[in-house]
C-alpha cells in the first residue's frame, strides 16, 4: 500500500466554506485543441467545491483510503522542520499545486528514498528540481491543459487593469473620493496597441484569441511557429526571438514556462529593451522576471506598470518588493485556481493516480519527466536542468 503526500493551500481564514456564490458551474466538452477532459473511473467531490485548501483534499481521501492507502495532506511545507520534510521520508507519491508548491529539492529528492512520481495537481513543474527527478527515475506529470483558459483570462483582466489603472480608480471609490483626474491621469485605451506574448502555447495562443476582438496589433515569440493558419486568422507577427518582439510592443505578456532558459530572461538589460512605459504581465513564474529589475523600472517609468500572479519564492515573505512597489496589478498566485479549474485539476489528479496504481501508462500529454527524461509535454516546452535554486528564503 503506497503512502500519498499532498500539499495543499490553508482554508480560508474564516474557515472551510458551507456554501458558494453560484449552485454550478459549466459543464465542458473538451479543451479548446480538442484534447479530452480529465476521464477518472469516478470522483468524489462537488464541482464547484473548494478542493484546493486543506480541508478539500483534492477530493481524494476516499478513494485513497478506500483502496488501503495513507493520505496525509498538509500546508507545512518549507524548511527542514516542516510536516512535509518529516513526512517526504517514506512517501511513495507527492502531490502539490504551483499556488503552495512544495519545491522537491535535488537534497529532497535524495532522502525521499521510495518516491516514485510526483504530480502537479495544475500546470508546471518548475517546483520540482527535473534534473534530480530524471536522476532518481522519479515520474513527474502534470494535469495538462486543466487551467490554461483561466490563465488566459486573468491574463486579459490584468493587461486592461493596468491599461486603463483600474486598481487606483477602484481604490479611490472606497476611500470616499470622486477624482476623476487622478484616476484617468494614468488611463489609456488598449484598441490600437501593440501587445506580444512571450509563448504562444496553450495559455499564450488563448491570450491571442481572447484579445484579437479588442483590434489591437498582436505579436508573438515561441520556440516553435504556430501553424501560418493561425496566424492568419488572428494576424499575428512572429519573431524569432524575445529581443526583437519586446520593443515593438506596447504590452508584453509572458507565457512560458520556468527553466533554464527563460529563468531571469526579463532583466534590467531586456526590460530596457522595451518601449518607455510598457506595461508587463506575467502568469508564466515570477523567477522568469529579474525582482529588483522590475521595481526599479516601475520607480524610473521605464515600465508603466507590472501585473501578474506568479512570485519567488511562493508564499511570497511580507518583505517582497512587489507587494508595495508603484503601479503594479499583482494578485497572490490565483490565476490558476479557480473553483472552475480545481474540479478539472482535481480529477486529473485521480486519473494519473488510479493509472500509477493499475501500472498502466499516464497519459503522454500529462508527462513531464519519465523513465529518466523529460517526456510528454515536458520534452517539447522544457530544457534539462534546475529552476528551484535560492530557495533558502521560502525557509
Ligand atoms: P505550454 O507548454 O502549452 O506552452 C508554453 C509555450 O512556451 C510553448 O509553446 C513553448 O514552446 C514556449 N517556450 C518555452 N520556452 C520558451 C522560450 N525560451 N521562449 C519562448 N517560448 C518558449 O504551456 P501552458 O501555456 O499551458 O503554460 C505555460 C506556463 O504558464 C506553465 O509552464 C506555467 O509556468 C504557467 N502557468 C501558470 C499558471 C498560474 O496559475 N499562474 C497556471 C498554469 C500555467 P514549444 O513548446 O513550442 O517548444
Redesign the pocket.
Known amino acids: 500500500m503506497a503512502k500519498i503526500l499532498c500539499v495543499l493551500y490553508p482554508d480560508p481564514v474564516e474557515g472551510y466554506p458551507s456554501t458558494y456564490p453560484r449552485a454550478d458551474i459549466p459543464v465542458l466538452e473538451h479543451y479548446a485543441n480538442g484534447q479530452m477532459l480529465p476521464t477518472p473511473q469516478a470522483t468524489d467531490f462537488t464541482p464547484g467545491q473548494l478542493l484546493g485548501s486543506v480541508s478539500g483534499e483534492l477530493g481524494l481521501r476516499k478513494f485513497l483510503e478506500g483502496q488501503g492507502h495513507t493520505l496525509v495532506v498538509t500546508s507545512d511545507k518549507d524548511g527542514p522542520d516542516s510536516i512535509f520534510e518529516r513526512e517526504l521520508v517514506d512517501a511513495d507519491v507527492v502531490i502539490s499545486q504551483?499556488?503552495w508548491p512544495a519545491y522537491l529539492t535535488a537534497e529532497r529528492v535524495a532522502n525521499a528514498k521510495n518516491l516514485k512520481l510526483a504530480i502537479t495537481a495544475?500546470?508546471?513543474?518548475?517546483h520540482v528540481d527535473l534534473q534530480a527527478a530524471m536522476e532518481h527515475g522519479l515520474t513527474v506529470a502534470e494535469i495538462?491543459?486543466s487551467?490554461?483558459i483561466?490563465?488566459a483570462e486573468?491574463t486579459v483582466m490584468m493587461i486592461l487593469a493596468l491599461v486603463r489603472n483600474y486598481i487606483p480608480s477602484y481604490e479611490w471609490v472606497v476611500k470616499g473620493g470622486w477624482n476623476i483626474a487622478d484616476c484617468v491621469q494614468r488611463s489609456y485605451d488598449l484598441e490600437g496597441m501593440t501587445v506580444g506574448t512571450?509563448?504562444?502555447?496553450?495559455?499564450?495562443?488563448?491570450v491571442l484569441r481572447r484579445l484579437k476582438p479588442f483590434d489591437v496589433k498582436l505579436h508573438y515569440?515561441?520556440?516553435?511557429r504556430l501553424d501560418r493558419d493561425v496566424e492568419r486568422e488572428l494576424g499575428l507577427t512572429y519573431h524569432e526571438?524575445?529581443e526583437s518582439l519586446v520593443p515593438t510592443c506596447d504590452v508584453v505578456t509572458i507565457?512560458?514556462?520556468?527553466?533554464p532558459?527563460?529563468e531571469g530572461?526579463f532583466d534590467e538589460q531586456l526590460i530596457g529593451k522595451m518601449k518607455r512605459g510598457a506595461y508587463l504581465v506575467n502568469?508564466?513564474?515570477g523567477k522568469i522576471c529579474d525582482r529588483d529589475a522590475v521595481v526599479r523600472a516601475l520607480e524610473s517609468g521605464q515600465l508603466g506598470g507590472y501585473a501578474?500572479?506568479?512570485w519567488f519564492p511562493e508564499p511570497a515573505p511580507l518583505s517582497h518588493p512587489w507587494r508595495t512597489m508603484p503601479h503594479h496589478g499583482m494578485t497572490p498566485?490565483?490565476?490558476?485556481?479557480t473553483l472552475s479549474a480545481q474540479a478539472r485539476y482535481a480529477a486529473g489528479t485521480r486519473e494519473i493516480l488510479e493509472s500509477f496504481f493499475a501500472g498502466t501508462p499516464i497519459r503522454e500529454e500529462y508527462l513531464i519527466v519519465d523513465k529518466g527524461q523529460l517526456a510528454g509535454?515536458g520534452a517539447?516546452?522544457?530544457?534539462p536542468g534546475n529552476a528551484t535554486g535560492g530557495l533558502e528564503v521560502a525557509a
Open positions: 504551483p499556488f495544475g500546470i508546471g513543474s518548475d495538462t491543459f487551467n490554461s483561466s490563465v486573468h512571450v509563448g504562444a502555447g496553450r495559455i499564450g495562443l488563448a515569440t515561441d520556440k516553435h526571438g524575445v507565457h512560458a514556462p520556468l527553466h532558459e527563460t530572461l502568469t508564466a513564474r501578474g500572479d506568479v498566485h490565483t490565476s490558476g485556481s509535454a517539447h516546452s522544457y530544457t
